[in-house]
């Protein structure tokens, strides 16, 4: 069970910080992932976290999101910096057994983050 928070408007250049707090077992040895969907476009990968701390970025948020977990605390994060318009969207974490695809995995219900110009 995840369930994201953090979410919420702000101005352009602004920060948020999500979080993603799992429950109902451990997901230290698990990938986790952040989704963003954004109003009438599909779901798409913004950035996942390995359980070796590896991690990866769509290229639209490079250099300006941060991902990281806290395996004692259960929680996974996305550190969102210089935030534009282009940001707006429904975001999701996911967990899920590496290699496994996404789909396999676990899903939060979302939080809304909003950019205004």
């Known amino acids: 069970h995840l369930v994201e928070s953090g979410g919420g408007s702000v101005q352009a250049g602004g920060s948020l910080r999500l979080s993603c707090a799992a429950s109902?077992?451990?997901?230290?040895?698990?990938?986790m992932g952040w989704f963003r969907q954004a109003p009438g476009k599909q779901r798409a990968w913004v950035s996942f976290?390995?359980?070796?701390?590896?991690?990866a970025f769509v290229d639209s948020v490079k250099g300006r999101f941060t991902i990281s977990r806290d395996n004692a605390k259960n929680t996974l994060y996305l550190q969102m910096n210089s935030l534009t318009p282009e940001d707006t969207a429904t975001y999701y974490c996911?967990?899920?057994?590496?290699?496994?695809?996404?789909?396999?995995?676990?899903w939060g219900q979302g939080t809304q983050v909003i950019v205004s110009s």
């Open positions: 996911a967990a899920a057994r590496c290699g496994r695809g996404w789909d396999s995995g676990v």
């Open positions: 109902g077992g451990t997901v230290v040895t698990y990938c």
């Open positions: 976290i390995r359980p070796d701390a590896i991690t």
